[in-house]
């Protein structure tokens, strides 16, 4: 296994256009986390799945933010009309299985909103 | 709800000086610490975890941390910096593995 991956990498978009990204964790892992990451400052929380349960959400989440798991495995992000302050870099990380607790990131996913 | 402090947002050592990263926490309930690392350009890495037993975690790349919950602290240290080392470190608290807070990063530098 290569690792956790996310496409896109970059994504430049305008205000009020609809954006998802996805994330494709380590095969085995059935845990998946969201996190928001702005210049400056650590991940932020946003979101949780176990398998395909959808089980924490942040509630500085805004209805605008949903994600998905379908059958466990890839999950996606999708950000609708989008702000300029969704601008960030948007983390995917997993874990579970034989590596336990830790969690393994992605590369991230850079979103600018023009 | 649980938060992390991590004091100083820059540190500079000079190489083969001691690292000595600050990290605080608060959590209501006893907590898993972690620390991870970000190079330039690359996902975050763990370097060492506390989740149970012995307080004093070693970690990769010669990074140990020492979890002391009457100071609430995870402290990360290096006896002796390496030009590597030069990354930003973030430390992250979680209670359960189902939400995890991380504090706002420090970066290293490390000079010649």
């Known amino acids: 296994d290569t690792g956790v991956s996310q496409n896109p990498r970059h994504k430049i978009t305008k205000r009020g256009q609809n954006v998802t990204f996805r994330c494709d964790p380590i095969?085995?892992?059935?845990?998946l986390y969201w996190y928001r990451q702005t210049l400056g400052q650590g991940p932020e929380f946003l979101t949780y799945f176990q398998n395909e349960a959808q089980l924490e959400k942040s509630r500085l989440l805004s209805d605008r933010f949903s994600a998905e798991r379908p059958k466990g495995s890839f999950s996606t992000l999708e950000i609708q009309r989008t702000e300029q302050g969704d601008s960030a870099m948007y983390l995917c990380?997993?874990?579970?299985?034989?590596?336990?607790?830790?969690?393994?990131f992605g590369p991230g996913t850079r979103l600018l909103v023009l | 709800a649980q938060s992390v402090t991590q004091l100083g947002s820059h540190v500079s050592v000079s190489e083969g000086a001691l690292v000595l990263l600050r990290c605080n926490y608060s959590s209501s309930v006893p907590p898993y610490l972690f620390w991870y690392v970000q190079y330039p350009n690359q996902g975050l890495q763990l370097l060492l975890k506390?989740?149970?037993?012995?307080?004093l975690v070693k970690g990769i790349n010669g990074f140990e941390a020492e979890f002391k919950k009457s100071e609430t602290s995870f402290h990360l240290t290096k006896p002796s910096a390496h030009m590597s080392d030069a990354a930003e470190y973030f430390c992250a608290v979680t209670a359960d593995f189902n939400k995890f807070y991380f504090g706002s990063g420090t970066k290293l530098n490390v000079k010649p």
């Open positions: 506390y989740t149970t037993g012995a307080t």
């Open positions: 990380a997993s874990s579970g299985g034989g590596t336990g607790e830790t969690q393994y």
């Open positions: 095969s085995e892992h059935n845990r």
